[in-house]
């Protein structure tokens, strides 16, 4: 089974604080990606990963970077985190192998992040 | 650019039962994938179906399956003999098969699905 982590499952930041998600699966997928979910908006695509090291912007990338550089291990960072990201964040992974679009993601247990 | 709607934000079925879920879809792309995933209180999403845009045949799994009708560009989940625990938000998302999008699921914005007993 696909196995997916991420680092906390709740946090708690201030204002202006700077804030590492971690997200780490066991499958040697090529493929990660962050979301967030909002009540009444679905889930957004803010980044995703198809190599180490390379990295492209979803629907809303603003206020957010990430990083990966190890294939196991992919980090969405809160440069200075504000009270609109306050939100849940689901990291997911899929294999690239078989074709895009065909195969299903895999998602971890989500972090919800309150900045007050 | 791809757009699901779900209408139904929220849905009660009873115990055992069947209940249908909705989904609409609107793309430009020739071909892409259709899923539905399951999302208890505890957060994590699970996958439950996949449809082809090219499949003859609608998909099935276990008690789901998939009423894909093309020309009306729906996607609609069909639960059969509901259990307590198929109470959750599901959500319908597609992808397309190619091109630079073909990374990026959109979903829609999800339905509340509660299992009366």
């Known amino acids: 089974d696909v196995k997916v982590t991420q680092s906390s499952r709740y946090l708690v930041k201030r204002t202006g604080e700077k804030v590492f998600l971690e997200c780490v699966q066991d499958?040697?997928?090529?493929?990660m990606f962050w979301y967030r979910q909002d009540p009444g908006l679905g889930l957004r695509l803010i980044y995703f990963s198809y190599d180490v090291k390379m990295k492209e912007k979803g629907d809303i990338p603003e206020g957010y970077s990430v990083s990966r550089e190890k294939k196991e291990r992919f980090s969405l960072i809160l440069e200075s985190a504000s009270t609109n990201q306050t939100s849940m964040y689901l990291c997911?992974?899929?294999?690239?192998?078989?074709?895009?679009?065909?195969?299903?993601?895999?998602f971890g247990p989500g972090t919800r992040l309150t900045v007050t | 650019a791809q757009k699901i709607t779900q209408t139904q934000p929220g849905m009660f079925v009873q115990e055992k039962e069947a209940v249908t879920l909705d989904c609409t879809y609107d793309t430009s792309d020739p071909s892409y994938g259709l899923f539905w995933y399951k999302q208890p209180s505890s957060g994590e999403m699970i996958f439950l179906i996949y449809?082809?845009?090219?499949?003859?045949q609608n998909a099935t799994e276990g008690r789901y399956s998939l009423n894909f009708q093309k020309a009306r560009k729906s996607a609609n989940l069909v639960i059969s003999a509901s259990q307590l625990g198929d109470s959750a938000m599901y959500f319908c998302?597609?992808?397309?098969?190619?091109?630079?999008?073909?990374?990026?699921?959109?979903f829609g914005k999800g339905t509340k699905l509660s299992v009366i007993p």
């Open positions: 997911a992974t899929e294999s690239s192998a078989g074709g895009a679009g065909s195969y299903e993601q895999y």
């Open positions: 449809q082809g845009s090219y499949d003859q």
């Open positions: 499958m040697d997928h090529e493929n």
């Open positions: 998302a597609m992808r397309p098969h190619s091109g630079a999008g073909s990374y990026q699921l959109t």
